[in-house]
């Protein structure tokens, strides 16, 4: 008898739990040894003991009985095999994390030190004085600024074991009623971070995409300054809704606006912009709280806002109070003065927007 006729006389022996499908079919042969006056076949059972074992070895030896000449001997063996696990297309990391989260926005900008974390920090703070259930993820993997600005800096979040075996989920860290994550909880004070290119991509996925944010209304992301390859591959993998956009008022920031835009507008990407921010949209003292000084401008915001087609979404000023308390760990967002009022504002109205 050759291979093909045992495999034939193997198809009449059926697996009655897995919908009848017999075991040739279910890739339970695992092995046929043709010698002269006797035939050996093997099957493969999955690590959990199947409890139709017995059962199955004892009818495919009746198979081979029936279908085999009286003078040749049949065996049939059990042997456990590792089950294969299916693989993951794509990106390793999946997107389960995210599975709860409503909105995931891109704070971005073309440019650095406009404010991009400033806008990012006070908003998530807002929005969660609003009672929405708010996360930050710090996407800046060379200078994270999220853990001076909120006064987490050396927090170690905690890990637990996921749900996929030898994968463990991080647990961002939860204050001002935001949870927040970075990668600056990952080093040493002071330690300059270098990445090469994928490592960097890499790293950053792994602050967005495993952690457990569980349920969010927002997701904000702090994005890197700059439109390079990072930001491509961010806004191309982390499943964003969409951008607000971080701009101060001087007309040649205009050109570096646009390119934070392109970012999420070019055809690839197409993702909406809800809005452009305004910082340091005038200078107002200390010691004189009702005076503004437009040092880099008047109506640049608005001005660009309309040349690029993209809502004017909030105007926040240039202040000492906003620098001092993200340096000391505590957004002005979170009290009643005017600059943290502003903040306030700017989330009224995102919240709006996206309805
Ligand atoms: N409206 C403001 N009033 C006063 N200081 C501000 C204001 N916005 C930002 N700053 C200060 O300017 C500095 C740069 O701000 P921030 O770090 O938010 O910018 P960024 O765009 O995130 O920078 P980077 O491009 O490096 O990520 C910080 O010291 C911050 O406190
Ligand atoms: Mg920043």
């Not at 040894?33 to 035939?39: A, L, P, S, T, Y």
Request: aromatic share 6%; with cysteine.
């Amino acid at each position: 008898m050759t291979k093909e006729e045992i495999l034939q006389a193997l198809r009449e022996v059926h697996h009655p739990a897995r919908q009848d499908r017999d075991i040739v079919e279910l890739g339970m042969v695992h092995d046929i040894e043709i010698q002269e006056n006797k035939v050996s076949v093997t099957l493969g059972f999955p690590k959990r003991r199947d409890p139709l074992t017995e059962y199955l070895v004892g009818s495919t030896r009746a198979a081979l009985i029936r279908h085999l000449p009286s003078s040749v001997e049949s065996e049939v063996k059990a042997v456990v095999v590792e089950e294969e696990k299916p693989k993951k297309k794509g990106l390793a990391l999946g997107l389960e994390q995210l599975a709860e989260v409503r909105h995931i926005i891109g704070v971005a900008s073309g440019k650095g030190g406009v404010g991009k974390s400033t806008v990012a920090v006070n908003l998530a703070c807002a929005l969660a004085r609003m009672g929405y259930r708010v996360g930050l993820a710090d996407a800046d993997v060379y200078g994270p600024s999220v853990p001076v600005m909120t006064g987490t800096e050396g927090a170690v979040p905690a890990a637990e074991p996921g749900e996929e075996e030898g994968k463990e989920l991080i647990l961002p860290l939860e204050k001002y009623g935001v949870k927040w994550m970075s990668i600056g909880y990952f080093a040493e004070r002071g330690q300059a971070l270098i990445w090469r290119g994928p490592m960097a991509c890499n790293a950053l996925k792994q602050m967005i995409l495993q952690v457990k944010w569980g349920p969010l209304d927002y997701l904000l992301i702090d994005m890197p300054p700059g439109t390079g390859d990072i930001h491509i591959s961010l806004v191309q993998d982390i499943p964003m809704e969409g951008a607000v956009i971080v701009t101060t008022p001087q007309d040649v920031a205009l050109a570096d606006v646009e390119k934070g835009a392109n970012m999420f507008r070019n055809e690839n990407v197409n993702r909406p912009i809800f809005g452009l921010v305004e910082n340091m949209a005038w200078f107002t003292p200390e010691e004189h709280p009702d005076e503004k000084y437009y040092i880099f401008g008047k109506d640049g915001g608005a001005r660009m806002a309309e040349q690029l087609g993209i809502d004017l979404l909030g105007r926040i000023p240039l202040v000492q109070g906003i620098r001092e308390s993200g340096d000391a760990g505590e957004p002005v967002a979170l009290g009643s003065r005017p600059d943290g009022i502003a903040f306030l504002e700017l989330a009224g109205r995102l919240a709006e927007k996206l309805g």
